[in-house]
């Protein structure tokens, strides 16, 4: 059974960082792509990052780029969302997912992924 779970969300203030954490359970974690998505209130779901299996590709969207940093680490079973340089409009609940998938693969669209978590909030103030 493969279950992503989020940590590490909270309230922070324009500027601040925070560090996003997601535990992948399973004993095949690294056979596994991850990302993250998020989704702010009245919204769709958007693609925040994503991270291939042994995370030699990361891919990020153009909102994030150069704030938000994703990293894994195998024999922890868990992958990191780095936030800096935060803004109000990074206020969304958080999601991490998991998908069974070939080395060097990250992907970025919602369908992709076969197993998600319960969401963090991240919320943003001015």
């Known amino acids: 059974q493969v279950q992503p779970v989020e940590s590490g969300g909270g309230f922070s203030q324009a500027g601040d960082s925070l560090r996003l954490s997601c535990a992948v359970s399973?004993?095949?974690?690294?056979?596994?792509?991850v990302g993250w998505f998020r989704q702010a209130p009245e919204k769709g779901r958007e693609f925040v990052a994503a991270?291939?299996?042994?995370?030699?590709?990361?891919r990020y969207a153009d909102s994030v780029k150069g704030r938000f940093t994703i990293s894994r680490d195998n024999a922890k079973n868990t992958v990191d969302l780095q936030m800096n340089s935060l803004k109000p409009e990074d206020t969304a609940i958080y999601y991490c997912?998991?998908?069974?998938?070939?080395?060097?693969?990250?992907?970025?669209?919602?369908?992709?992924?076969?197993?998600w978590g319960q969401g963090t909030q991240v919320t943003v103030s001015s």
């Open positions: 991270i291939s299996r042994g995370g030699g590709t990361t």
């Open positions: 997912a998991a998908k069974r998938a070939p080395a060097y693969s990250a992907y970025m669209r919602t369908d992709d992924y076969d197993y």
């Open positions: 399973g004993r095949t974690f690294n056979t596994y792509a």
